[in-house]
């Protein structure tokens, strides 16, 4: 994992390529927890995190 992981963070900065922002607090402590408390809200999370994860391309294949 570790490997993989500095594998894809080399291209990501060598691409220049835009990666969405991730959090830095966990929801267990506060992270989101503004957009969570809102109707809807753990909806949008989802939907945040298919569309982050949409944009990150596989350390496993060359695109």
Do not use: K
């Not at 607090?25 to 927890?33: E, H, L, N, Q, Y």
């Amino acid at each position: 994992m570790r490997r993989q992981h500095s594998r894809w963070l080399t291209r990501a900065f060598a691409t220049g390529r835009e990666y969405p922002r991730i959090p830095v607090r966990a929801v267990s402590i506060g992270g989101f927890s503004r957009l969570m408390a809102r109707p809807g809200g753990p909806m949008l999370a989802e939907r945040w995190w298919a569309m982050a994860m949409a944009r990150v391309d596989d350390p496993d294949t060359d695109g």
